[in-house]
């Protein structure tokens, strides 16, 4: 499945970016300086500037330019876009650092649109966070005694299991306000996660970059 990636202004770390041909690179604002560093062109400039000032913009890459005043955050915007284009595989970037309230709403856009059904993670330097709506997850190898912690997304998720963790759940009910999944570990076994009914968080850390 061809992959948008969404790059964001927040710290931007390189691990596991490596978009193939047929992927399409969305900068979010700001997210043009770390795809400059790279040397990597986007195929779409999206958001409202504030973050470039008077960065010199490229201009062989289409820009959609959207008032300081909006509805929506510049990531929000630019995962509408790449829905909107068909993409159902996302990737953030530079969406995990920085201020409180932005990764929080980055949480909540990652929550949505797992519930339209599309995958989706957020890749910070010491942690990748997935989103995951009526189904499973197989969390990538990690060593034993990494944490990995999940999250309710929304008021209640029905049916939670976790196998191959430090601390298992069958069918388990998680809330909003009881941070029962957070600091569980990997074992040496492989990690799922899944939800019958609901949305999870899900955060797997990583030594930092």
Request: proline fraction near 5%; charge should be negative; glycine fraction near 12%.
């Amino acid at each position: 499945m061809p992959t948008c990636y969404i790059i964001g202004a927040g710290e931007f770390t390189a691990r596991d970016f490596h978009p193939a041909p047929d992927n399409y690179i969305i900068a979010a604002d700001g997210g043009l300086r770390a795809l400059d560093a790279l040397g990597v062109k986007p195929h779409l400039l999206i958001g409202d500037l504030d973050s470039l000032g008077a960065y010199d913009l490229p201009k062989d890459v289409p820009l959609e330019k959207h008032p300081v005043e909006k509805d929506d955050t510049d990531t929000g915007i630019a995962l509408a876009q790449g829905y909107a284009l068909g993409y159902r595989d996302f990737a953030l970037y530079g969406c995990g650092g920085g201020r409180a309230d932005h990764l929080l709403a980055n949480f909540q856009s990652m929550g949505r649109y797992s519930k339209m059904g599309v995958t989706i993670r957020l890749v910070a330097s010491d942690y990748t966070a997935y989103a995951l709506t009526n189904g499973s997850l197989t969390l990538p190898h990690r060593p034993k005694g990494t944490t990995v912690s999940v999250f309710c997304h929304g008021s209640k998720a029905e049916g939670v299991t976790l196998k191959g963790l430090k601390y298992p759940l069958d069918g388990y009910t998680l809330t909003c306000d009881h941070p029962l999944g957070v600091s569980n570990e990997h074992t040496d076994e492989t990690a799922v996660v899944a939800v019958a009914n609901g949305t999870l968080l899900i955060m797997q850390h990583h030594e930092a970059e």
